[in-house]
């Protein structure tokens, strides 16, 4: 009795007579459930951004999340969320002390995407909305002037994707090879971290008044922005992943691919590369993690050696690896630091290849968009080349630098690492004159009196009364290479610290370029200070000011950790400068120059209205000040400084719904023509604002579209292909329930039929568990649906209907796929939870209830990654297992009274190979549209984008086989929308109960949504709604 409870209460308040032979054999089930092991796993399809949560202190019997709790999961994942929360403490001697501290504290990797938007207006409160936020209020303090221009401050910096655990020592983390000797060396580097960009979008100011607000607007309401008044302004907040191929590539692994090379042995090094290239397709990992560049309307992600990553400037969805419709050659790499010249609006830019010859090709690309003339500069491969990263240029000439961190390969023959920092080798600038059409001159090179380094320049220009060129960048000589070591680092930097001499300061050379020498050189500063940023507008001209950010060299000598306590701004002129403090406790990070609105760039010809520093700092500044908190529940802020006076502190603050690890490059992008509008994946063009998403919920309410049976929609023709030709390799498995056959019957037209004719009808047959045969019975008694939350009375609770199965799986998994199979075969309805790559709510539930299930150890840490998938739970027996063998094997034995399964979704020693062959047949999404996002594997295997997660679970009529079901619940996955699966297989009876459901139709898929009151057919529409009304931007 107490089994068969749950299936009385879903069936909404009645109870039906129980007859004796359904006790006794509950009764016999629960006894032999009590004899076998409850929790089982088997190898499975895992892998997302890793997300944690506390390991509980205490074991539970209950289950950590059941059918039923449909809003009590997202809430006991949400709260708190993971990226609040301090990981465990790395061991020096298992990460290293580089890498230890730069996965820790502040550098710890946030995993949630987020975006929020808040509206401000003069003199009144705002409302916002959110997706995934840290449960923490989105703040504006202060004043924002009204010629503050529109545009987005964007921030990049490296963000790895997995736990901690993975970035041990290679061969120590999870999924890596441990080869024995001295060739498993290998320590994770900061540079090597997956990238990911952080952007505040300004908006643009209604009025000419100057806004505020000092209220504290929470984004735990979930409610859109209200009634604007004509002074407003929306802020918005978003952090996206930069998917590179190796992003992908890694999640659908579950493990990392690229081993390390920047702090690999040297022994090492070698066999790491080349396995990288095996198995990962390039020598180095494509992060794009490093800076952030807008040109040409288009913004990249880039990274030294490899090409730029596009993302659409009013998303940040990563659209692919741009060769600039193939003008790039493919051996061309792109730096880190291109800069637009003066004068002609050219994008100029340097390529640097540490692995093949030409070592460094200069080009430039024009406002249009296309590459001009290619010069390469060519090196002995077995010499090797020298390390370079940033460049400057002026008027006329295109400055290189090569300092002397140089790439030795032979060095490896005596175990010692190719990069190295070399004394005996003098700096040098290598000068080429261009002319406005971009063609270039020979290089002329200029040494240097010493060996020195140099990350950044800070800007450089043409003396106009000596002609020299005047360069001022941030001289280091080798001070990173030794402080981003693996180990040893914090005894090398303190000790370097003392010297006081290869420490990062502001540094000028002179250059003669008719003489073709270096004529001076000079430190202009003493403070201690990296990422130099001016007012971009004055790129290759002369300039008075720099910005810095300050070192905190207590962080580096005691943590190893590079942060910055201050913002500094030189008068390169007057030798004077002024420093704004961000506080004890407080660090920040690169700043961007913004200009004020009336301030023409004098990069751009124009006349020059403003000053040079005529306008604002804005960046973003991490408190971990609170003694009683770790820095990572600290909080992060966006801060703007009037850069004529930054010592005077923040004219506004915009405290942040999410943390922001201390990373790498800003940049500014200005407000863009599209800026009201943005596309989704789909190509449809769609409105940010609110009231079209309403809109065209309403009409769907009240003009659903029409069905069309077997119509295929624009750009439907190859997705379709391809899951048909997954189906056919699956030998159509799902396509009918277990038992299928036809029959002739006298015809009835309240009843399905595939074919009816002459009065009669074709009928088909089933043979069906007695679970589900007892579900149907009572059913017909009920006059409701087993499982159904859309059809609800007043009465009964979203949790009372929900059925008793819940499966946590993945789309793009074989192993996946044949469960589901399993389901339509038995027809049993069942609450899917979506666990795309990428996504971590689902997965970070999943893994939790795995974890009371199967246990953990009580110091580990509960990530999304630990997720076993398939996951299934059972609220009628308390059974929850992982692995798609012993899933389809209960299912069998539980719900087609012991049964075997048929050979199709067996078990076997080829089952999931065979299985996933099939499904890798689907084939990637790939669109024609230019806004169409970058994502390889199956579509629906990866996450799409932060979704607004709805109250209720969405309800699907599908069936495995179908292409047209296919589509939509690869959309359903990449949005990461459960939903209750209410299978219609050719044979099961719930194809009548669609039919009488819809007025005498019966065709799928077919959605339904309780939250909105929608309900509709045709694949296409049905993408096209849970795009536009869950999809956040």
């Given at each position: 009795?107490?089994?068969?409870?749950?299936?009385?209460?879903?069936?909404?308040?009645?109870?039906?007579?129980?007859?004796?032979?359904?006790?006794?054999r509950?009764?016999?089930?629960?006894?032999?459930?009590?004899?076998?092991?409850?929790?089982?796993?088997?190898?499975?399809?895992t892998?997302?951004?890793?997300?944690?949560?506390?390991?509980?202190?205490?074991?539970?019997?209950?289950?950590?999340?059941?059918?039923?709790?449909?809003?009590?999961l997202?809430?006991?994942?949400?709260?708190?969320?993971?990226d609040?929360?301090?990981?465990?403490?790395?061991?020096?001697?298992?990460?290293g002390?580089?890498?230890?501290?730069?996965?820790?504290?502040?550098?710890?990797?946030?995993?949630?995407?987020t975006s929020?938007?808040?509206?401000?207006?003069?003199?009144?409160?705002?409302?916002?909305?959110?997706?995934?936020?840290?449960?923490?209020?989105?703040?504006?303090?202060?004043?924002?002037?009204?010629?503050?221009?529109?545009?987005?401050?964007?921030?990049?910096?490296?963000?790895?994707?997995?736990?901690?655990?993975?970035?041990?020592?290679?061969?120590s983390?999870?999924?890596?090879?441990k080869?024995?000797?001295?060739?498993?060396?290998?320590w994770?580097?900061?540079?090597?971290?997956?990238?990911?960009?952080?952007?505040?979008?300004?908006?643009?100011?209604?009025?000419?008044?100057?806004?505020?607000?000092?209220?504290?607007?929470?984004?735990?309401?979930?409610?859109?922005?209200?009634?604007?008044e004509?002074?407003s302004?929306?802020?918005?907040?978003?952090?996206?992943?930069v998917?590179?191929?190796?992003?992908h590539?890694e999640l659908?692994?579950?493990?990392?691919?690229?081993r390390?090379?920047?702090?690999?042995?040297?022994?090492?090094?070698?066999?790491?590369?080349?396995?990288?290239?095996?198995?990962g397709?390039?020598?180095?990992?494509?992060?794009?993690?490093?800076?952030?560049?807008?040109?040409?309307?288009?913004?990249?992600?880039?990274?030294?050696?490899?090409?730029?990553w596009?993302?659409?400037?009013m998303?940040?969805e990563?659209?692919g690896?741009?060769?600039?419709?193939?003008?790039?050659?493919?051996y061309?790499?792109?730096?880190?630091?291109?800069?637009?010249?003066?004068?002609?609006?050219?994008?100029?830019?340097?390529?640097?290849?540490?692995?093949?010859?030409?070592?460094c090709?200069?080009?430039?690309?024009?406002p249009?968009g296309?590459?001009?003339?290619?010069?390469?500069?060519?090196?002995?491969?077995?010499?090797?080349?020298?390390?370079?990263?940033?460049?400057?240029?002026?008027?006329?000439?295109?400055?290189?630098?090569?300092?002397?961190?140089?790439?030795?390969?032979?060095?490896?023959?005596?175990?010692?690492?190719?990069?190295?920092?070399?004394?005996?080798?003098?700096?040098?600038?290598?000068?080429?004159?261009?002319?406005?059409?971009?063609?270039?001159?020979?290089?002329?090179?200029?040494?240097?009196?010493?060996?020195?380094m140099?990350?950044?320049?800070?800007?450089a220009?043409?003396?106009?009364?000596?002609?020299?060129?005047?360069?001022?960048?941030?001289?280091?000589?080798g001070?990173?290479?030794?402080?981003?070591?693996?180990?040893?680092?914090?005894?090398?930097?303190?000790?370097?610290?003392?010297?006081?001499?290869a420490?990062?300061?502001?540094?000028?050379?002179?250059?003669?370029?008719?003489?073709?020498?270096?004529?001076?050189?000079?430190?202009?500063?003493?403070?201690?200070?990296?990422?130099?940023?001016?007012?971009?507008?004055?790129?290759?001209?002369?300039s008075q000011?720099?910005?810095a950010?300050?070192?905190?060299?207590?962080?580096?000598?005691?943590?190893?950790?590079?942060k910055?306590?201050?913002?500094?701004?030189?008068?390169?002129?007057?030798?004077?400068?002024?420093?704004y403090?961000?506080?004890?406790?407080?660090?920040?990070?690169?700043?961007?120059?913004?200009?004020?609105?009336?301030?023409?760039?004098?990069?751009?010809?124009?006349?020059?209205?403003?000053?040079?520093?005529?306008?604002?700092?804005?960046?973003?500044?991490?408190?971990?000040?609170?003694?009683?908190?770790?820095?990572?529940?600290?909080?992060?802020e966006?801060?703007?400084?009037?850069?004529?006076?930054?010592?005077?502190?923040?004219?506004?603050?915009?405290k942040?719904?999410?943390?922001?690890?201390?990373?790498?490059?800003?940049?500014w992008?200005?407000?863009a023509?599209?800026?009201?509008?943005?596309m989704?994946p789909?190509?449809?063009?769609?409105?940010?604002?609110?009231?079209?998403?309403?809109?065209?919920?309403?009409?769907?309410?009240?003009r659903?579209?029409?069905?069309r049976?077997?119509?295929?929609?624009?750009?439907?023709h190859?997705?379709?292909?391809g899951?048909?030709?997954?189906?056919?390799?699956r030998?159509?498995?799902?396509?009918?329930?277990?038992?299928?056959?036809?029959?002739?019957?006298?015809?009835?037209?309240?009843?399905?039929?595939f074919?009816?004719?002459?009065g009669?009808?074709?009928?088909?047959?089933?043979?069906?568990?007695?679970?589900?045969?007892?579900?149907?019975?009572?059913?017909?008694?009920?006059?409701?649906?087993?499982?159904?939350?859309?059809?609800?009375?007043a009465?009964?609770?979203?949790?009372?209907?929900?059925?008793?199965?819940?499966?946590?799986?993945?789309?793009?998994?074989?192993?996946?796929?044949?469960?589901?199979?399993?389901?339509?075969?038995?027809?049993?309805?069942?609450?899917?939870?979506?666990?795309?790559?990428?996504?971590?709510h689902?997965r970070?539930?999943?893994?939790?209830?795995?974890?009371?299930t199967?246990?953990?150890?009580?110091?580990?840490?509960?990530?999304?990654?630990?997720?076993?998938?398939?996951?299934?739970?059972?609220?009628?027996?308390?059974?929850?297992?992982a692995?798609?063998?012993?899933?389809?094997?209960?299912?069998?034995?539980?719900?087609?009274?012991?049964?075997?399964?048929?050979?199709?979704?067996?078990?076997?020693?080829?089952?999931?190979?065979?299985?996933?062959?099939?499904?890798e047949?689907?084939?990637?999404?790939?669109?024609?549209?230019?806004?169409?996002?970058?994502?390889?594997?199956?579509s629906?295997?990866?996450?799409?984008r932060?979704?607004?997660?709805?109250e209720?679970?969405?309800?699907?009529?599908?069936?495995?086989?179908?292409?047209?079901?296919t589509?939509?619940r690869?959309?359903?996955?990449?949005l990461?929308?459960?939903?209750v699966?209410?299978?219609?297989?050719?044979?099961?009876?719930?194809?009548?109960?669609?039919?009488?459901?819809?007025?005498?139709?019966?065709?799928?898929?077919?959605l339904?949504?309780?939250?909105?009151?929608?309900?509709?057919?045709?694949?296409?529409?049905?993408?096209?709604?849970?795009?536009?009304?869950?999809?956040?931007?």
């Open positions: 009795l107490k089994a068969s409870r749950p299936v009385l209460q879903r069936m909404a308040c009645s109870r039906v007579r129980i007859d004796l032979l359904r006790n006794i509950h009764q016999r089930a629960n006894k032999q459930k009590n004899r076998q092991t409850v929790a089982r796993t088997s190898k499975t399809e892998s997302s951004p890793s997300s944690l949560v506390s390991a509980p202190l205490g074991e539970s019997k209950a289950p950590a999340f059941s059918a039923t709790s449909f809003r009590k997202g809430c006991a994942v949400r709260a708190p969320s993971s609040l929360i301090t990981g465990p403490v790395l061991c020096d001697s298992d990460y002390e580089h890498a230890s501290a730069f996965l820790s504290g502040n550098f710890q990797p946030v995993i949630h995407e929020a938007v808040v509206e401000i207006r003069h003199g009144g409160r705002g409302q916002s909305s959110y997706v995934y936020t840290d449960e923490r209020p989105f703040e504006f303090i202060g004043a924002l002037p009204n010629d503050f221009p529109g545009g987005k401050f964007i921030y990049v910096g490296p963000n790895p994707k997995f736990s901690q655990k993975h970035y041990k020592v290679w061969g983390g999870p999924g890596q090879d080869v024995k000797g001295r060739h498993s060396s290998g994770h580097h900061w540079f090597e971290g997956d990238g990911m960009v952080y952007a505040v979008d300004f908006g643009c100011c209604s009025d000419d008044q100057e806004i505020e607000n000092h209220g504290c607007l929470n984004l735990q309401d979930g409610k859109s922005a209200t009634n604007r004509p002074t302004r929306k802020l918005s907040y978003r952090n996206r992943y998917r590179t191929n190796s992003w590539d659908r692994r579950g493990t990392r691919v690229f390390p090379l920047m702090n690999a042995s040297g022994s090492a090094f070698l066999p790491n590369a080349i396995s990288n290239l095996l198995f397709g390039n020598f180095l990992k494509d992060s794009a993690n490093t800076a952030l560049c807008f040109f040409a309307n288009r913004l990249f992600a880039l990274q030294d050696t490899m090409p730029p596009e993302l659409n400037q998303t940040l990563t659209k690896p741009c060769d600039f419709d193939g003008s790039l050659p493919f061309v790499p792109f730096t880190a630091h291109p800069k637009v010249a003066p004068g002609t609006g050219h994008l100029l830019f340097f390529g640097f290849n540490p692995v093949y010859p030409p070592h090709t200069i080009g430039s690309i024009s249009d296309d590459v001009g003339p290619l010069k390469s500069l060519w090196h002995n491969a077995l010499q090797g080349a020298t390390f370079m990263h940033d460049f400057c240029l002026t008027e006329h000439y295109t400055v290189l630098f090569e300092g002397s961190m140089n790439i030795r390969p032979l060095r490896m023959v005596k175990g010692v690492h190719p990069l190295q920092y070399d004394r005996s080798q003098l700096a040098r600038f290598g000068v080429i004159r261009r002319d406005k059409q971009g063609n270039m001159s020979e290089v002329v090179w200029c040494e240097c009196a010493d060996a020195e140099v990350y950044h320049f800070v800007n220009w043409e003396d106009s009364e000596t002609g020299e060129i005047v360069v001022v960048g941030v001289r280091e000589d001070f990173f290479h030794g402080a981003l070591a693996a180990t040893g680092t914090r005894e090398w930097i303190t000790e370097t610290l003392k010297k006081g001499t420490v990062p300061r502001m540094h000028e050379w002179r250059i003669d370029p008719s003489q073709g020498e270096v004529v001076s050189e000079r430190w202009m500063f003493d403070d201690i200070v990296e990422v130099p940023r001016i007012n971009d507008g004055y790129t290759g001209l002369e000011y720099a910005y950010g300050r070192i905190h060299t207590a962080s580096l000598s005691q943590d190893a950790q590079l910055f306590d201050a913002v500094v701004k030189y008068d390169m002129k007057t030798g004077t400068k002024q420093i403090e961000h506080g004890s406790g407080c660090y920040g990070m690169e700043a961007q120059f913004v200009p004020r609105s009336h301030s023409n760039h004098k990069n751009q010809g124009s006349q020059d209205h403003g000053t040079e520093d005529d306008g604002w700092l804005v960046l973003f500044v991490h408190d971990e000040s609170d003694r009683y908190t770790s820095a990572v529940e600290g909080r992060s966006c801060i703007i400084l009037d850069a004529k006076k930054i010592q005077e502190g923040p004219i506004a603050r915009l942040l719904p999410s943390r922001v690890p201390y990373g790498a490059h800003a940049m992008c200005p407000l023509d599209i800026a009201t509008s943005i989704h789909d190509g449809n063009l769609d409105c940010i604002n609110n009231n079209l998403v309403s809109k065209e919920h309403d009409y769907m309410l009240c659903p579209p029409e069905p049976p077997f119509a295929i929609s624009k750009g439907q190859k997705p379709l292909l899951a048909a030709m997954t189906g056919v390799l030998a159509a498995t799902g396509l009918f329930v277990n038992g299928w056959r036809p029959w002739v019957a006298f015809d009835d037209f309240q009843q399905y039929a074919i009816r004719c002459f009669l009808r074709l009928i088909e047959l089933n043979s069906l568990g007695m679970v589900r045969r007892e579900q149907i019975e009572t059913e017909m008694q009920c006059g409701r649906i087993f499982g159904d939350v859309f059809g609800l009375s009465e009964c609770s979203i949790e009372s209907a929900l059925p008793l199965l819940t499966l946590f799986e993945l789309e793009g998994c074989g192993d996946c796929r044949r469960v589901r199979e399993a389901l339509c075969m038995l027809d049993i309805s069942c609450t899917h939870k979506p666990c795309p790559h990428g996504a971590v689902n970070l539930a999943a893994a939790v209830a795995q974890n009371q199967f246990g953990l150890s009580r110091q580990e840490s509960i990530h999304a990654e630990d997720a076993k998938l398939p996951y299934l739970e059972d609220e009628r027996t308390g059974v929850r297992i692995g798609a063998d012993q899933i389809i094997e209960y299912l069998y034995s539980e719900y087609l009274d012991g049964a075997a399964p048929p050979p199709t979704i067996s078990s076997g020693p080829f089952a999931s190979v065979f299985a996933q062959i099939a499904v047949a689907r084939g990637p999404e790939r669109s024609s549209h230019e806004t169409a996002p970058s994502r390889r594997g199956p629906g295997t990866f996450y799409s932060p979704s607004r997660t709805p209720k679970p969405l309800q699907l009529w599908a069936y495995e086989a179908s292409p047209f079901c589509l939509v690869e959309t359903l996955s990449e990461e929308l459960s939903y699966l209410q299978p219609c297989a050719r044979g099961s009876p719930r194809r009548t109960q669609l039919m009488h459901r819809t007025g005498g139709t019966f065709q799928v898929p077919y339904e949504d309780p939250n909105t009151g929608v309900a509709m057919f045709e694949s296409a529409e049905i993408i096209k709604y849970l795009r536009s009304r869950y999809l956040q931007f």
